[in-house]
């Protein structure tokens, strides 16, 4: 064994304190791009508390850097980078298709190119998306300042830079879930869940879950454990009529998620439907403890092991496949946004939605009223 490979073969080792972060797959290709210091920086992100889904994207990307500026440079990443080198990065990712059709040298060299898909880390054609390229960069200054270093990721030339390359890249932005999945929707998708096969009783919960929840994150979904639900006091069906049914009334806690910090308590409810889809899961799965959705193997045995964010996604792109609908319309994501897009259907206030849904950004969240209210509206409809 050389000692570049047993220097590998010992981060991959390292890392296999973060297998509940990292998956297996990737540990071994991220042994091979990280440094020695790269791999302590991570294992302290983690010890430190940093949140799973962060701290995987920051590995991810750390991965994804390292790579490029190997490539790019026949070096390994400085730290702290050079502003020169942050613009190189921005000049690769964000480029102009017409000019790189009559020049080739504009945009990402050729061999980087290759060598980055050789490696499996470049998929995109054509310039990467902004927000994509935003990312990153916010990576690198947040590995930056991690390792008690000052980037130049504020200089104005760096900011000016960016800016033009995404006017210049003209890459229209990408919704993450090219549909919403509205209650119409989802009731196809449910009707491809019938039976009364484990898989199909998960699947049922999972997706009326995930969306009375007021559209969880595939991340949060996967997350979800039987210590975070409580039995609270049934509720009316219509709270203005005393004498309407009681409905069951679970609330979830979600505890760290991408807008709310552990100790924040962030709790959501369910009522009805997925309330008892919920639980008969749980009893027929025979699960009292840990994870509440977990895999299932061809056999119907349920794993100990709760599913990963990407199997949610599969879930409900299969699931939808089986209602006759295009699965590539449809992600995990499109629950959140179906949710909101579901109450401004029906006139539910935005702050209302925003307490369940627990979007921190009311711009963003209000985008999806904005969309409602307009195809509602009279402005679009002065000649039909």
């Given at each position: 064994m050389t000692i570049g490979e047993d220097a590998i073969l010992r981060r991959a080792e390292e890392l296999d304190a973060l297998d509940a972060i990292l998956r297996f797959d990737r540990r071994d290709q991220l042994a091979a791009l990280l440094t020695d210091d790269d791999v302590a920086t991570l294992k302290h992100l983690a010890s430190d508390g940093m949140g799973e889904n962060t701290l995987r994207a920051l590995a991810s990307d750390l991965g994804y850097l390292e790579a490029w500026c190997r490539l790019a440079t026949g070096d390994p990443l400085p730290w702290p980078?050079?502003?020169?080198?942050?613009?190189?990065?921005?000049?690769?990712?964000?480029?102009?298709?017409?000019?790189?059709?009559?020049?080739?040298?504009?945009?990402?060299?050729?061999?980087?190119?290759?060598?980055?898909?050789?490696?499996?880390?470049?998929?995109?054609d054509g310039p990467h998306a902004p927000g994509t390229v935003r990312r990153r960069l916010t990576s690198w200054s947040t590995l930056t300042r991690r390792r008690?270093?000052?980037?130049?990721?504020?200089?104005?030339?760096?900011?000016?830079?960016?800016?033009?390359?995404?006017?210049?890249?003209?890459?229209?932005?990408?919704?993450?879930?090219?549909?919403?999945?509205?209650?119409?929707?989802?009731?196809?998708?449910?009707?491809?869940?019938?039976?009364?096969?484990?898989?199909?009783?998960?699947d049922r919960a999972l997706l009326l879950a995930a969306f009375a929840s007021g559209g969880r994150r595939r991340s949060e979904v996967a997350a979800l454990r039987v210590e975070d639900l409580a039995d609270e006091e049934p509720v009316r069906a219509d709270p203005s009529d005393k004498t309407s049914p009681p409905l069951p009334c679970l609330s979830i806690r979600l505890g760290r998620t991408k807008t709310t910090a552990a100790d924040d308590d962030a709790h959501v409810l369910l009522i009805g439907r997925p309330v008892t889809a919920l639980k008969q899961w749980l009893s027929d799965a025979q699960i009292t403890v840990g994870p509440i959705f977990r895999r299932i193997d061809q056999w119907g045995n349920v794993d100990r092991r709760a599913l990963t964010p990407q199997s949610v996604n599969l879930i409900l792109k299969s699931r939808a496949k089986q209602?006759?609908?295009?699965?590539?319309?449809?992600?995990?994501?499109?629950?959140?946004?179906?949710?909101?897009?579901?109450?401004?259907?029906?006139?539910?206030?935005?702050p209302e939605a925003m307490q369940q849904s627990l979007h921190k950004s009311v711009t963003q969240a209000a985008s999806y009223y904005n969309n409602a209210e307009r195809k509602n509206g009279r402005a679009a409809r002065l000649i039909v």
């Open positions: 980078a050079p502003e020169a080198l942050q613009l190189k990065f921005v000049a690769h990712h964000l480029w102009d298709p017409v000019k790189r059709a009559n020049d080739p040298a504009h945009g990402m060299p050729a061999g980087v190119e290759a060598g980055l898909r050789s490696e499996g880390l470049l998929r995109a008690g270093l000052t980037g130049a990721f504020g200089a104005p030339s760096l900011k000016s830079a960016l800016r033009l390359a995404v006017k210049a890249s003209n890459r229209p932005r990408q919704r993450k879930s090219k549909k919403a999945v509205t209650v119409d929707i989802l009731a196809k998708v449910l009707q491809a869940c019938e039976g009364d096969r484990l898989v199909d009783m998960r209602a006759g609908l295009d699965p590539a319309l449809f992600s995990a994501h499109g629950l959140r946004s179906g949710y909101l897009t579901e109450a401004a259907n029906r006139g539910i206030p935005l």
